[in-house]
């Protein structure tokens, strides 16, 4: 292996160090490269020598390489060459470390690459850095494992999951047939086999994990950013250590929003997080918000025995096509759940145990409170101005496809940037960040993101809906599948949703999916890899898909461009 430190002339600032690393890297006898604006420093590692002529022909005509100066010295008490110096306030990648002129060690020339967080994005990186080579010190404040294990994906499906069986114990199209029982519910034993699968996953996925890895260290405390290379840690004990870095990957996750309405910061309200540890299932639960989280827990609750009232700011799911809102509203209402449109509250009081909140048409008196509007950036209190990295209205960080922030060597990546808030978005982002910090290339293409809403029935969607396509200049043809078309809802008697297909107008090519079925969540897996694949609806309408399953679905409505599936026959093809 083939190792050279050159100078580079021409560069004006961060970015140009990233396009001449980015030309170098198309020689394929490179292994690595490591451009540095600052000290006008390039270090190639290859597989063979490269000539100077090779290099300077694969750059821009204002870029150049030449040969670094010599950083051996005349005498053993001559000072560092001006090289030395730069790699020595640089940190980064083969970065000697040694006397002057001694060959650096194997060890000495690994990345330090420092990541802020232990979630979903964060552990993915450290992981995959660490297996590309890099040494990775991974830093936490508080509990390891971030929000979906600890607070949000995991509990929140155990919650729902045991709010759906208590539902169907009351209630189920087979009560004439199977007798339908009133569940006892005890929250207590809920919450405890809740939180044991909680703690067991967070130690087998997270805990574990770090324990094992001996190219990761774990850094108890809260950072922030000293300068743009340079971490400070202050741990609980109040002492405070520093982490230098080659480079760098933010990834603090986001917290509850709580809207600025007076009188609510002097109330017991919950966020996500209280509601998710309670001990007892209040008897009333407003829910303000129509977010994600609102919607999941409103049904959760009323499924365990709460009557539960939301307070929609504007309609459920007023972001998606207008059919999934209608939908959800409509399923809910039939539950006996309060859904308030176009409603908020103006003040929330508290007194002797009640919520009172005021709203312009009359109050809503409740046991509890859950504000669920969203979830905000965990960005403050890392000093983001020190090092350079810009952030957008709502504080989170502003990233690029191959999350880099605006400082080319630190790169973001979850619910802590303006990517979309899923886990594993955010697990994608931290494995493809940490392989551009170790040398590679890697975007995220978010365009078949799928994402599921964990209602009864589920809502999932993928690519385009016919608004966000008109948006865009794209016409569309689109159809529209009622459940009582598909035979394993019709089994199931349960008819309630739609699955609906955008395609593009001419092309015929599926852009897009919006499913309100049960078990959505498991369908449109198929749909993205269909809109990924570039097919078309006839060649969705072609495949084979397994009689009784709701992914079926997919297939009918496909052909409800060119037939009337009401006069095929069973499993037609």
């Given amino acids: 292996m083939n190792e050279q430190t050159l100078s580079v002339t021409g560069m004006t600032c961060a970015d140009c160090a990233r396009h001449v690393e980015k030309a170098l890297k198309t020689l394929t006898d490179i292994v690595a490269v490591d451009v540095a604006y600052p000290q006008s420093v390039a270090h190639i590692r290859s597989i063979q020598p490269l000539s100077l002529d090779q290099l300077n022909a694969t750059l821009p005509k204002n870029y150049r390489v030449a040969a670094a100066p010599s950083s051996h010295a005349d005498t053993p008490a001559a000072k560092p060459s001006r090289l030395n110096q730069a790699l020595d306030s640089l940190g980064g990648l083969f970065k000697p470390r040694g006397d002057v002129g001694t060959k650096p060690t194997n060890a000495e ?26 040494h990775v010190t991974i830093i936490e404040r508080g509990t390891i494992g971030g929000t979906c294990v600890n607070v949000g994906c995991v509990p929140s499906k155990i919650m729902i999951r045991a709010a759906h069986v208590a539902h169907l114990r009351r209630t189920s199209p087979f009560d004439d047939g199977i007798s339908s029982t009133a569940p006892v519910v005890r ?26 890895s001996p190219n990761i260290k774990l850094l108890r405390g809260e950072a922030r950013f000293k300068n743009a290379h340079t971490l400070v840690v202050k741990s609980t004990a109040g002492d405070e250590s520093e982490v230098s870095f080659d480079r ?22 919950w966020t996500s997080t209280q509601a998710l540890v309670s001990g007892a299932i209040p008897p009333r639960l407003a829910v303000i918000g129509s977010s994600v989280v609102a919607v999941e827990l409103a049904q959760a609750f009323a499924r365990l025995g709460s009557h539960v009232t939301i307070l929609a700011r504007s309609t459920l799911f007023f972001r998606e096509d207008p059919a999934i809102g209608e939908a959800i509203t409509t399923a809910f209402r039939a539950e006996g759940i309060e859904v308030l449109e176009h409603t908020q509250a103006s003040r929330v009081a508290y007194a002797n145990g009640e919520f009172v909140l005021t709203t312009g048409y009359g109050e809503v008196r409740t046991d509890q409170l859950l504000v669920a509007t969203g979830r905000t950036a965990n960005t403050r209190g890392l000093a983001l101005e020190t ?16 999350m880099r922030t605006h400082v080319s060597h630190i790169y973001a990546a979850g619910d802590c940037t303006d990517q979309p808030q899923f886990v594993y978005v955010a697990a994608a982002a931290g494995t493809r960040a940490a392989i551009n910090m170790t040398g590679g290339e890697a975007t995220l293409d978010l365009t078949t993101m799928p994402a599921v809403v964990f209602t009864e029935p589920q809502v999932a969607t993928v690519g385009y809906s016919e608004a966000e396509a008109h948006l865009k200049g794209i016409e569309t043809d689109s159809r529209t599948l009622a459940l009582d078309n598909v035979p394993r809802a019709l089994v199931n008697f349960d008819t309630h949703g739609f699955i609906k297909l955008v395609a593009e107008a001419g092309s015929g090519r599926l852009i897009g999916v919006q499913a309100v079925t049960p078990e959505a969540g498991e369908i449109i897996q198929a749909a993205a890899l269909a809109i990924r694949a570039r097919m078309t609806v006839q060649e969705l309408a072609d495949q084979l898909f397994p009689y009784l399953t709701m992914v079926e679905g997919l297939k009918l409505a496909a052909q409800t461009f060119t037939k009337d599936v009401k006069q095929l026959s069973c499993c037609a093809g």
């Fill in 387 to 402: 090092a350079g990295i810009t952030v957008n209205a709502q504080n989170a960080i502003v990233i690029d496809r191959g």
């Fill in 187 to 212: 929250r207590d034993r809920l919450l405890a086999q809740q939180q044991g699968r909680v703690d067991e996953l967070r130690h087998a996925k997270y805990e574990g994990i770090l324990d094992t």
């Fill in 109 to 134: 020339l690994r990345l330090r690459v420092a990541v802020i967080g232990t979630g979903g994005a964060a552990m993915a990186s450290a992981l995959k850095a660490a297996e590309l080579g890099a």
């Fill in 248 to 269: 760098c990957l933010i990834a603090t996750g986001a917290s509850a929003a709580v809207p600025p309405i007076p009188g609510l910061k002097e109330t017991p309200y």
